[in-house]
């Protein structure tokens, strides 16, 4: 069977920044173990496929290892292949997920994703994090991933895990994700930047992480008394995201950039 393949620079305004996302759509579900084949193959943070379904489509995430129950930048880079890729003329598209319905809806060349919040709570300092980041947050707060808020964006660009040491603090922490945020410096036009780390999902660092934000921007718009804020989340390749704190749902807007289109065979 062949099927096509697109693969798209999510957060980016042209290719080769962002975070990289493989789309597969389908007419019908093989058995998830080739889905996590294509995945594993395509060797990118998240493949996503999508099929019709309701009105709206189905949608499902894989790293290179596991199935994982939100991912954003690869959302935000199906809704831009259904838009563009097919033709869709609606202003919204809606998928069924594992974390429930989310919508994507065009805000001129911007999309923008409805998702769920997460609130972090407070937490203490997870046994072995210091040792594994080499450094030290200010505090530390949890949903299904940790939030470690450090001083300066400074610390956290200079933030240099050890990977394999990092991978078993979170394991033990329920195989969290690590955000380490902290304000932007003035005058950058950010609100605040972060660092999205997930090698307990095959992971080390993910380039620009949708998902994360849904801690991270009520996090914020608390901390600093407005709800819309501009995010950078500042790996290698570097990613804006312009979103909104609605309460128990948050707004994440992003661009997208084409960066090939092709056939594979399964």
Known sequence: ?????????????????????????????????????????????????????????????????????????????????????????????YFET???RLAVKREGDILAMDF???????????EGLVRALGAKAIVYAKTSNILALFDSAAEVAALAPDFSALKQVLVAQ??????????????????????????????????????????????????LGRSDLIARQISKRGGTLWCTDAGERVIIRGRCADYLHGEISI
């Open 174 to 223: 329920g195989d969290a994700g690590l955000i380490c945020t902290a304000p932007a410096d003035e005058g950058t036009g950010f609100d605040f930047v972060s660092r999205f780390f997930a090698p307990a999902h095959g992971i080390d660092e993910d380039p620009v992480t949708g998902s994360a934000h849904c801690t991270s921007v009520p996090y914020w718009a608390k901390k």
């Open 116 to 126: 769920p919040a997460a609130i972090a709570k407070p937490m203490p300092e997870p």
């Open 98 to 100: 594992r974390s429930g």
């Open 1 to 93: 069977m062949k099927v096509q393949l697109f693969q798209v620079d999510a957060f980016a305004d042209k290719p080769f920044e962002g975070n990289p996302a493989a789309v597969v759509p389908l007419d019908a579900w093989p058995e998830d173990s080739v889905l996590q084949a294509i995945a594993a193959e395509n060797n990118l943070s998240e493949t996503a496929f999508f099929s019709p379904e309701n009105g709206g489509f189905r949608l499902r995430w894989f790293t290179s290892a596991v199935e994982v129950d939100l991912c954003g930048h690869a959302t935000l880079a199906t809704a831009h292949v259904i838009f563009t890729g097919f033709g869709c003329a609606a202003s919204s598209i």
